[in-house]
């Protein structure tokens, strides 16, 4: 299966995604883990797109259409944090186009402004092995200190308020027009991204086990 999983910075995603993916057997593939490891590898990517990242901006379409398009060659897989623009989603259609692996699905975490500028300023990260706590939701058993490896937890730069702020105003602005083109097509599933994440789990795997269901499949003109 070929998925995709949309919604805001904060909207838990990543952490979805990457379960969904264990669950079915697929590739996850995460273009902000992807940047992230590349920054922490200090390699030439990593140093173009670090300020980038932390000032909340979105890195350039030409750096980040031919990233995806050599992650995503086998035939399943979840695609997390991208396409971010409209121009990423026409250039995905051409990927899969040229791999011959038509889109399944796109699945959107639907969740308000608010409650994401709550969740990602608690946010505090291990900056060793990447685990994520909050301050309120899921604090770490000692306060400052990751549970798996007891290495000081740090605020993320691209976590602060003010680039939340701008996430959510790009997110509108370039990122929202996506979920109409996927409307179009008739393959956009919305699920309330609000409450116990076991439970948007569950509404997401009913969704997928849905589609799972043969039908004819998407191929972009
Ligand atoms: P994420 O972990 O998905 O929130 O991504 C973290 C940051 O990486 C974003 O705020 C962007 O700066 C950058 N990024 C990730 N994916 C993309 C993309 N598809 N297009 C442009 N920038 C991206």
Same mark, same amino acid.
């Given at each position: ?6 919604? %805001?910075?904060?909207? +838990?995603? +990543? ?16 273009? +902000? ?25 979105l890195v350039d379409d030409e750096i980040m259409? %031919? ?44 969740? %308000? ?106 191929? %972009?003109?």
């Open positions: 299966m070929r998925l995709i999983i949309l919604g %805001p910075s904060g909207a +838990g995603k +990543g952490t979805q995604a990457k379960r969904i993916a264990d669950y079915f057997g697929m590739r996850h593939v995460s273009t +902000g883990d992807i940047l992230r490891e590349e920054i922490r590898r200090e390699t030439e990517l990593g140093k173009s797109v670090e300020d980038l990242i932390d000032s909340g901006n259409i %031919p990233l995806v398009d050599n992650f995503i060659k086998e035939d399943n897989f979840i695609l997390d944090g991208f396409p971010r623009t409209l121009n990423q989603a026409l250039a995905l259609d051409e990927i899969c186009r040229k791999h011959n692996t038509p889109l399944d699905l796109a699945l959107l975490v639907d969740v %308000p402004d608010g409650v994401i500028v709550e969740r990602i300023t608690g946010r505090k990260a291990c900056p060793k092995c990447g685990a994520v706590f909050h301050k309120t939701f899921f604090p770490p058993k000692k306060e400052g200190v990751c549970d798996n490896c007891r290495t000081p937890l740090i605020q993320r730069e691209d976590d602060t308020h003010e680039t939340v702020e701008r996430r959510l105003l790009i997110y509108h602005e370039l990122t929202e027009p996506i979920v109409q083109y996927y409307e179009e097509k008739n393959l956009l599933s919305r699920v309330n991204g609000l409450g116990d994440a076991n439970e948007i789990n569950n509404n997401l795997k009913n969704v997928i086990h849905v589609v799972r269901v043969p039908r004819i499949p998407y191929m %972009p003109e």
